[in-house]
């Protein structure tokens, strides 16, 4: 083999060792978005959990000062008041901590659900008990209507109140004046839930994009609502993961309403990873 044949071999493998840097780099350039990316998500999760936790812990700080001091001096029924306060704002607190689990499990793929006999019917009304202060609080009619007797159904109650949670409390944080609403029914083999509201809607651009973790609509006049956006993509994980679906309409300036299908159930387990 003369010099003239070694050249393009040289040349070849010069090449190749240039194509494997050029890959490497891509690679390290992917990575390093990658990680970029996940810090910023976990800088919002931590920034969305810290605003919503503070609200439910100042009133708890609070009442317990008041009652500490003994303030109002041998008045048991604002003590009462102030005990009653404590307890939603707990119960309110524990609701966030459910939902950031929720979304941790979610992302990391390792979300399950767990099936056992539940009582539907019950389960809403005690949705509607743990949002009807926030409701009462901005003068929102709470409408429910659900059948006087059990909704008996094989499923996860713990991830199907989460769902209605969600939903009807983000019924209530986009809804200014009028009311909201929860409805079963069931269908055959599926339970349908209907969470309504007469709030601000949403554009039809935006209808998907609300299912996005930590995106926020705006009003009208442009202000972005608070909170952490992830509400509605662990109420849509989880139905998925429950083996229904959610489905919303909405029209802008009169209200939204989402669905949600869950299947009844037929037997008790384990489903997901």
């Known amino acids: 083999m003369n010099a003239e044949d070694e050249l393009p071999e040289g040349g070849d493998a010069r090449n190749a060792s240039g194509h494997e840097s050029s ?33 439910p812990l100042t009133t708890i700080m609070l009442r317990a000062e008041l009652l500490e001091m003994g303030l109002p001096r041998g008045d048991a029924a604002s003590a009462k008041e102030h005990a009653r306060h404590i307890q ?11 939902q950031l689990q929720s979304f941790v499990r979610i992302e990391s793929g390792r979300a399950a659900a767990w099936s056992q006999p539940a009582d539907l019917a019950e389960l ?5 008990r743990f949002v009807h202060p926030q409701a009462a609080q901005k003068g ?41 609403g929860l409805r079963i029914r069931t269908r055959r083999d599926e339970a349908v839930f209907h ?3 007469t709030g601000v809607g949403i554009p039809p651009e935006h ?18 609502f608070r909170g952490s956006g992830l509400g509605l993509p662990i109420a849509r994980s989880l139905a998925e993961l429950l083996g229904g679906r959610v ?7 009169v209200g939204s309403c989402f669905s949600v299908r869950l299947p009844l159930g037929t037997g008790e387990g384990r489903r997901g990873e």
Request: charged share 30%; with cysteine; hydrophobic share 40%.
């Open 23 to 55: 890959h490497a780099l891509e690679r390290e350039r992917l990575r390093a978005e990658a990680a970029e990316r996940s810090s910023a998500e976990k800088s919002r999760l931590l920034g969305a959990v810290s605003h919503d936790l503070r609200t």
């Open 195 to 197: 969470v309504w509201d």
């Open 247 to 253: 489905r919303v309409r909405s029209r802008p300036g």
């Open 88 to 98: 939603e704002a707990s119960e309110h607190m524990l609701y966030l901590v459910e």
């Open 124 to 128: 809403c009304r005690g949705v509607a």
């Open 207 to 224: 209808l998907e994009r609300i299912f996005e973790p930590f995106w926020h609509g705006a009003d009208s006049s442009g202000s972005e």
């Open 140 to 180: 929102l009619a709470l409408d429910v209507r659900v059948p006087e007797g059990a909704v008996p159904a094989v499923t996860d109650a713990v991830k199907v109140r989460l769902i209605l949670l969600n939903l009807l409390s983000n019924a209530v944080r986009f809804t200014q004046r009028g009311g909201v």
